[in-house]
Each structure stands twice: as C-alpha cells, then as structure tokens.
C-alpha cells in the first residue's frame, strides 16, 4: 500500500501543465480535491471527520456516549485512555478504529476501493 503522502504527491496539481501529476486529463482545478480523496480511498485510506469530544471540570474527555473517556490529568503524553472502565493505549485504539473502519466498508459493500 503506498503511504498517503506518495499518493498526494503523485496527484500534485502542476501550475506548468494546469493539470494533476497522476497524467488523468479530464481532472479540471475544481474537481482536483475529490480526485485526490477518491485515490487516497482507492488505495485503502479513509478520510474520517473526528467527533469532538466532551470535556468535564475534572480534566477528563469523554467520547462514546460517556463509555470512553481520556484522562488529560497527567503529566505524561499520551494520556489515559480507558474504554468500558478498562485501560487501552493510544496506539491500540488507533489500530482497533482501523479494523473498525475496515470492517465497515466491507459491511457496505466494498472492499478496498469498490465503493
């Protein structure tokens, strides 16, 4: 799989040719940033707007309907995580949203890129 920053630079817009990098002449300026996002998806990449999360007067946020909570009280980097009362590590939940994600997509019908 290429990494994200290969597939933008590969579908760089060049001012010099008023086209993408990726040669595809019937990509115009106006549909150059769907274009991108379509090749990151295509190469197994997801875009995801991230919920914020909800903040308390104790130094804690919360996300999931109050069930995941980071505990920014530390002095430390990362925090705290703590899912279901139990402790997980920053990268564990990234790798796990990822099989999430994964999982999702197929549930709608697509492997990687047939969506």
């Not at 019937?26 to 997801?46: F, K, M, P, Q």
């Amino acid at each position: 799989m290429s990494t994200a920053e290969q597939i933008i630079a590969e579908h760089r817009w060049s001012a010099l040719t008023d086209a993408c990098k990726c040669g595809d002449p019937t990509i115009s300026w106006g549909a150059h940033a769907a274009h991108v996002v379509a090749a990151l998806t295509n190469a197994g990449h997801a875009l995801v707007e991230l919920p914020e999360g909800i903040p308390d007067d104790d130094g804690q946020v919360w996300f999931d309907e109050f069930d995941v909570r980071v505990d920014c009280t530390g002095t430390s980097r990362p925090y705290e995580v703590w899912v279901g009362g139990r402790s997980r590590s920053a990268a564990g939940l990234e790798h796990l949203a990822a099989e999430y994600l994964a999982a999702a997509r197929v549930a709608e019908g697509g492997e990687r890129g047939d969506l």
